[in-house]
């Protein structure tokens, strides 16, 4: 089955640790998102990538990190530089205009 | 002011009624509206989707978008419990990047 993959469901951060959620999908899309979804606030696009080896900064990169060195895989870090990462992470991919699917989700709490 | 106005909600309304969700938009450069469905701590999934103005009609769904208002609409007809979700409204230019409204969250009370 064709989709995209987000793991861990459950992830618990502590203080000062950066932490790694993995996005990986089999779509052969060749772009692929991260937003952070938080009550009352919608989707808010972190970062993107068009192309591998390429992204771009969201409307709020600040605090997180990306790398896009295969075309399936666009992992996400959040550093220690995040004051407030408690939220929902969703990745995304699209391709050539096509409809954007959505991962099932990463739930990140900060202990 | 956001490029995407939504109601948050929450609405409640009995089941077999009627459903309307809205959203309005300030950049008249949007051409592709869609409507997202999303279960609690599930993955957004694509129910509709709208190239321009006019209707389009799923099953017990129908998009409306008029661009002219800048206004957008999903409506639900004989509603189910099963349709309780959030449900987020999308736009884009073209350029794969989307704008999404807050989302609605709506509940089918049986």
């Known amino acids: 089955d064709g989709g995209i993959t987000q793991s861990p469901k459950y992830l618990f951060r502590k203080e000062g640790q950066n932490v790694t959620l993995s996005c990986e999908q089999n779509?052969?899309?060749?772009?692929m998102y991260w937003y952070r979804q938080d009550p009352g606030q919608g989707l808010r696009l972190i970062y993107y990538s068009q192309i591998v080896n390429d992204f771009q900064k969201g409307d709020i990169a600040e605090g997180y990190s990306v790398s896009r060195e295969k075309k399936e895989s666009f992992p996400l870090t959040v550093t220690s530089a995040q004051k407030n990462p408690t939220a929902f992470y969703l990745c995304?991919?699209?391709?050539?205009?096509?409809?954007?699917?959505f991962g099932p989700g990463t739930r990140l709490t900060v202990l | 002011q956001k490029e995407v106005e939504q109601d948050p909600g929450p609405l409640s309304v009995p089941e077999g009624a009627i459903v309307s969700l809205n959203c309005t938009y300030s950049n008249s450069a949007f051409q592709y509206f869609m409507w997202y469905r999303q279960y609690s701590r599930k993955g957004p999934e694509l129910l509709m989707y709208t190239y321009s103005s006019g209707n389009k009609e799923d099953g017990r769904f129908t998009a409306q978008v008029d661009k002219s208002s800048k206004y957008i609409s999903l409506f639900i007809r004989d509603s189910q419990p099963s349709d309780s979700a959030t449900y987020l409204c999308?736009?884009?230019?073209?350029?794969?990047?989307?704008?999404f409204g807050t989302g609605t969250r709506l509940t089918i009370i049986p």
């Open positions: 779509l052969n899309h060749d772009a």
């Open positions: 995304a991919s699209t391709s050539n205009r096509e409809f954007m699917f």
């Open positions: 999308a736009m884009s230019r073209g350029n794969e990047k989307l704008t």
